[in-house]
């Protein structure tokens, strides 16, 4: 899997969330669950991902688009709010 991003938008989500971009691709590697929807919320020019996973100890919202097969580029990333926290793990509760 190839991943792509904005080097500009990946500095200011570093200043604004505390998370670089690269360092949320082992989310999609699949070894922990990854809780993904369509984001419909607007309408971007393009199909949108919402994706919930577990990584170092903490819930991340990651957003990204896949703009060709095998390759996702990600939007954004920050850590998860509670509501989306709870619904990660009651998805994934075993």
């Known amino acids: 899997m ?19 971009f690269e360092n949320v691709t082992p989310l999609f590697e699949g070894l ?7 984001d419909d919320k607007e309408d971007y020019g393009e199909e949108r991902w919402i994706g919930i996973g577990f990584l170092r100890n903490h819930v991340i919202v990651v957003v990204f688009t896949e703009p060709t097969p095998g390759t996702t580029r990600i939007i954004s990333a920050r850590k998860a709010d509670q509501n ?7 998805t994934f509760r075993n």
């Open 2 to 20: 190839k991943f792509e991003w904005d080097q500009n938008k990946n500095q200011t989500n570093l200043q604004k969330h505390g998370i670089a």
């Open 84 to 90: 989306e926290r709870q619904k990660y793990f009651n």
């Open 32 to 38: 922990v669950p990854l809780l993904v929807e369509y």
